[in-house]
């Protein structure tokens, strides 16, 4: 491991950037999904500067519970403050506790990466969530919530209507989608809103992020058996649907659904379609006039030809260097390397490495609320 | 025997209260303690299943029996008035002296009316009522036959002169007919277009020749249908006279299909001789046809959304189209080519008319504008605009007719003669040729004057409901009307029963909310513009109330009367009663109520040969039983009522934690659950006085008991004072709340037991548990 360590440092030389580390993460059995979707996660450099900020600015964590954040924060700090440049991390505790708290992925299995990013994000949120109510209730006494009979904006204790709290995860990954309603009778637009932390695109053989975006976008007609209630005709008629960026979030996370359920197999299959990801990407289908644009940084990539077996990979891009992240390894790549991942245009190709989870940040900086 | 509201069934428990001290009558509260089991779930589920998300048009393949509706509405005015907005317009202009001509409006009320027109005024000379849904569309074929075609998914023809009378219904259609063209020469051949892509070609003189022989004796409605007439073939009827014969689709006659339209149709024209059929909708694309074959013959693309308006000229040559992209279009079928587009409105158009010679269009839409534009020149002028979208329009020598969204119909002058006099009033415009927001916007600054203000003439409308809400009591429903009018409506007996004026209707419906609880019987909906009420078997039978309660003074206070059965046969009084007469038999022994009153009230439902019909109750004429589902005849006729869910509720009554009184009883009881918290008051107190020495409780209590009080519990035999005149010395609680003597355990079940389901007691065992206290 020291080797490959010294031979990236040989490669970046003296444009190994100043205070960074490229550190291979150890896998513990299968833990791939879960290394490959760290280090791009790393390498998003907001998150990961807003997560260890948050982190030695909550002094009581110490005494805190561990749970996911921490652990994350722990690997993270430990990460940054290596004093070898390259290396190996084995992200031990993170591991530990990932399994220990969520059954899905306690065993060998080959897990899926994306499901473990949602499932990661998600958690983040409710740890910040709930660690920002405990701050809020403690001046006040506890009981307080408790007082308030049938109280529907305050029940805490269900947690189904909770106010919504915009987190530091939220302002990196959160986006609104609106989901618009034309009746086609009437024309009225009746729009309702939704947040995201990736978007889940579907697939089809040689097409581009573009394409597959506009396709999220198209327009779906509900009709016959299927059709709108109009609140402006009092009727069902038939409607035209369509779902619209509303907000384009700051870190846009792309999912491929490359893992499709065939039923005639009764099982999934991995569909190794060329998808082409553009390393600038021009969001168009917003509600706002004005287009949002992104820059890839990271693509975790699903090598093997079937959605139960397999491996992953991350590719990273940092200080304007394409790295290639496999567990332990770490290499400098070109960036020409990045389109080798779009995909095959023949169903069967000796090529199995495929973007899976696309990372875009933002740079249109002028437009960003 | 005393007559007791509740019964004692058999126990499942005997004793699950501590023992208390019977002597012990010192404390000043003496309390019991009820415990109640319900045995029912909370809130029906099987009641709500039908008819919500108001899913009430299309969902004939989900039921499983025939549903009854009724259509409300709050006046006589509508033999003669709309009450709902105006899809189609037809003109038929006068050729003989008299000088009369006749305007027949479509509604989205499911009716189309007949209108006298002269100079200035506008007279309902006939109603044509068949349609059970919105009419879409309405055209004029040949000397006098009118056809329409409806969001119920039939076409329909009728005798144009006549009162009403349908003479035929074709259902080729599986979804909504949504538009229909005529050929100006040609009086037999008309197209019908619809969602899903269906357009069909019928040839009227084919789809109506074998009935217009057999119709002739049977101008007489009161001898006309017996039941076993032969419902095979489609004929000629009067509208009073029976259903079932236009329930049915003319056997051996198939109209040429139109086929290969990917989908929906929203607008259709055709030339002068019937030989040319050009289609739109939401492909975008207009589609020619050769109406005489079915088969295509061109498409023409160009429009960016939805096509709703289109018009061909007398030859066939050239071909216009209104569109949701904002845009005319003129097309050259000779060439296949779009030869013009014009940007002249601000948003969708959805209504086209042309002069004569096709040098002009009038186009109407989304922007609540009225537009001419010369054709060749593209000058462009505003004639008016109002407040509601416009639908369709129809030129009538110096006026054109303008319908909206709205039910009135309105008539706006124009240059019959000389169209292009208007421009020199001033305003117009080139008319851009891309879409326009933006090639108008940087034309001119401004919004144009239109050139007219008031039109000439206006046909008046009902405002339709807009908006409905079923209040708690399951018999008052709340509405607001297209001017804003808040009405309260008692759909038992179908009419109004306060109107409120413009106020807030959230406001009104809060201030209404009352704590009761009763099933839902019935669903509504508002899309004609009237209110429709759905009754489903058997769940519209699960309402029950007392007839002190429905006011009915013939009866035992405490009678149960069932709301659907009250409802349905006040419903159906006309009808029963020229049964009686015509058959000279007694179809009900007792004299039930009319609880519905004669109004402008009509029925919907299913026949037994399939397809749906609606009429005014007033005209039904006592034989069509075959057309009536079988739980509504059974009900009315029989009084029998399907087999329903347990109405009756199961609980128990003890004394209140630590109190001093003895157990009443320690079995589990059962009573309606329309049964008031008073009548368990009366139990109690009754059951005090029998099971304990008399004095005693009157010593204990203070003397506050007096003597009327304690036999109150069987006040009906005994013929004394009835409950709400006494000072109620016993409470009931239930989840530490004193239950209102008002209130029924129904009501006490879902408003106060509801709040005690967190309880960890009475969450291990199957059946729920209401505490009740009683305190004397």
Redesign the interface.
């Known amino acids: 491991m020291g080797a490959a360590g010294s031979k990236l440092e040989k490669a970046l030389g003296d444009q190994f950037p100043e205070g960074e580390r490229y550190f291979g993460l150890e896998n513990f059995g299968n833990t791939c999904y879960c290394n490959s979707v760290l280090q791009a996660l790393y390498f998003c450099v907001p998150f990961r500067e807003q997560l260890l900020e948050y982190y030695s600015s909550n002094k009581s964590f110490a005494d805190a519970e561990e749970n996911l954040l921490t652990c994350l924060a722990d690997l993270f700090t430990q990460i940054t403050s290596q004093k070898k440049k390259t290396g190996v991390i084995a992200p031990k505790r993170f591991v530990q506790r990932l399994k220990k708290q969520n059954e899905i992925f306690r065993s060998y299995m080959h897990q899926d990466a994306h499901e473990f990013l949602n499932y990661l994000l998600n958690e983040l949120v409710d740890i910040l969530e709930k660690e920002s109510r405990a701050a809020k209730s403690d001046p006040e006494s506890c009981s307080s919530s408790e007082q308030i009979p049938n109280g529907i904006k305050t029940s805490h204790m269900n947690g189904h209507v909770r106010e919504p709290l915009i987190t530091w995860v939220h302002k990196n990954f959160q986006g609104i989608l609106t989901n618009e309603t034309r009746c086609l009778r009437c024309e009225t637009v009746t729009a309702r809103d939704e947040t995201f932390l990736d978007l889940s695109l579907d697939i089809e053989q040689n097409t581009s992020i573009t394409s597959c975006l506009k396709n999220f976008s198209s327009t779906e007609t509900l009709n016959a058996e299927d059709k709108f209630f109009c609140d402006k005709c009092c009727s069902l008629q038939e409607a035209q649907k369509r779902m619209k960026i509303k907000k384009p979030p700051q870190i846009l996370v792309i999912h491929l659904k490359r893992f499709k359920y065939i039923e005639q197999l009764g099982r999934y299959k991995k569909l190794s379609y060329r998808v082409v990801f553009p390393l600038e990407l021009k969001l168009s289908n917003t509600v706002e006039d004005t287009d949002a644009e992104y820059s890839l940084f990271a693509v975790v990539v699903h090598v093997g030809s079937g959605p139960n077996h397999g491996h992953y990979v991350s590719l990273v891009k940092s200080h304007n260097h394409w790295l290639f992240f496999d567990d332990e390894n770490v290499e400098m790549i070109d960036e020409s390397a990045v389109q080798t991942f779009f995909g095959s245009a023949q169903e069967y190709s000796s090529n199995t490495d495929h973007g899976y989870i696309l990372f875009y940040e933002r740079v249109d900086v002028g437009n960003t609320s | 025997m005393p007559k007791l509201p509740f019964t004692k069934e058999k126990l499942p428990s005997q004793s699950v209260h501590p023992q208390t001290n019977t002597s012990n009558f010192k404390d000043q509260r003496i309390s019991l303690l009820i415990l109640l089991r319900i045995d029912l779930d909370f809130g029906n589920s099987a009641m709500h299943r039908v008819g919500s998300?108001?899913?009430t048009?299309?969902s004939v393949r989900a039921r499983k029996e025939k549903r009854l509706t009724y259509v409300l509405t709050d006046a006589d005015d509508t033999k003669v008035q709309h009450c709902a907005g105006v899809n189609s317009l037809a003109l038929r202009k006068s050729s003989a002296p008299d000088n009369c001509s006749y305007l027949f409006t479509g509604s989205r009320d499911g009716r189309l009316k007949r209108w006298e027109v002269s100079e200035n005024s506008a007279t309902c000379s006939a109603t044509f009522e068949s349609h059970v849904?919105?009419v879409n569309d309405a055209v004029l074929v040949g000397e006098n036959t009118l056809v329409s075609c409806s969001?119920d998914t039939t076409v329909k023809t009728w005798d144009c002169f006549s009162d009403g009378t349908c003479t035929g219904t074709f259902r080729q259609h599986t979804?909504y007919v949504t538009c229909l063209a005529s050929a100006e020469r040609n009086g037999n051949i008309v197209a019908s277009g619809g969602?899903?892509g269906e357009v069909f070609i019928w040839d009227l003189e084919g789809a109506l020749a074998p009935l217009t022989k057999s119709n002739e004796g049977d101008d007489d409605c009161s001898n006309g249908i017996n039941g076993s007439f032969p419902v095979t073939s489609l004929r000629t009827i009067s509208s009073s006279n029976s259903i079932s014969s236009h329930t049915n689709q003319p056997q051996g006659y198939v109209p040429v299909v139109a086929k290969g339209h990917k989908?929906?149709v929203?607008a259709l024209a055709m030339n002068d001789s019937g030989t040319l059929l050009v289609s739109g909708g939401?492909e975008k694309a207009v589609r020619v046809w050769d109406s005489r074959t079915g088969s295509k013959t061109m498409k023409l693309r160009g429009h960016t959304d939805?096509v709703r308006a289109l018009l061909l000229d007398s030859t066939g040559r050239f071909c216009l189209s209104g569109s949701?992209d904002s845009m005319i279009r003129l097309w050259d079928l000779g060439q296949q080519r779009c030869v013009h587009s014009y940007a002249v409105h601000m948003?969708?158009v959805w209504a086209l008319a042309s002069t004569p010679s096709f040098s002009h269009v009038y186009s109407g839409g989304?922007d609540l504008s009225l537009y001419l534009t010369d054709l060749a020149t593209r000058e462009s002028i505003l004639l008016c605009t109002r407040e509601h979208?416009i639908q369709k329009l129809a030129l009538h020598d110096d006026g054109i007719w303008v319908a909206t969204?709205d039910s009135s119909v309105h008539r706006w002058p124009i240059e019959d003669q000389n169209p292009q006099q208007v421009f020199q009033r001033g305003g117009s415009f080139l008319a851009g040729n891309l879409s326009f927001s933006r090639a108008r916007a940087s034309l001119e600054g401004s919004t144009p004057v239109p050139v007219y203000r008031e039109p000439t003439l206006t046909v008046e409308g009902i405002p339709g409901?807009?908006q409905h809400e079923i209040l708690n009591n399951r018999r008052h429903v709340l509405t607001k009307d297209n001017g804003g009018s808040v009405k309260l409506w008692e759909i038992t007996k179908g009419v109004v029963i306060q109107d409120y004026g413009k106020v807030s209707f959230e406001k009104k419906k809060e201030e209404l909310f009352e704590m009761v609880s009763i099933p839902a019987w019935f669903t509504v909906?508002?899309?004609l513009?009237s209110l429709s009420v759905h009754l489903d078997t058997p769940q519209c039978f699960s309402a029950e109330m007392y007839a002190i309660d429905l006011n009915i003074t013939e009866k035992a206070e405490d009678d149960k009367i069932n709301l659907a059965r009250e409802t349905l046969k006040g419903l159906l009084a006309h009808w029963l009663a020229k049964k009686k007469v015509k058959y000279g038999s007694q179809p009900l022994a007792n004299g039930e109520v009319t609880s519905v009153r004669d109004r402008d009230i009509s029925v919907i439902t299913e026949g037994s040969q399939g397809g749906q019909w609606r009429r005014k109750i007033t005209e039904l004429d006592g034989v069509e039983d075959e057309e009536f589902p079988w739980w509504v005849l059974d009900c009315v006729l029989h009084n029998r009522l399907p087999p329903r869910e347990n109405t009756k509720c199961s609980f128990y009554l003890q004394p209140y934690e630590g109190s001093a009184l003895q157990i009443l009883t320690q079995g589990k009881l059962s009573a309606p659950r329309i049964l008031r918290i008073h009548k368990v008051v009366n139990y109690v107190v009754e059951k005090m006085v029998v099971e304990k020495p008399l004095d005693s409780l009157i010593n204990d209590a203070g003397g506050q008991l007096p003597l009327p009080f304690v036999g109150d519990g069987s006040f009906k035999s005994m013929g004394l004072k009835p409950w709400q005149k006494l000072k109620p010395s016993v409470e009931i609680l239930c989840n530490n709340q004193v239950l209102n003597p008002e209130m029924s355990l129904a009501t006490v079940r879902t408003y106060i037991w509801k709040?005690t389901e967190d309880l960890p007691l009475h969450t291990h065992t199957q059946g729920r548990y209401i505490y009740i206290y009683i305190l004397s």
């Open positions: 998300a108001g899913n048009s299309n849904d919105w969001s979804d969602l899903g989908e929906s929203y939401t939805n949701s948003d969708s989304r979208p969204t409901i807009v909906d508002s899309r513009g709040k």
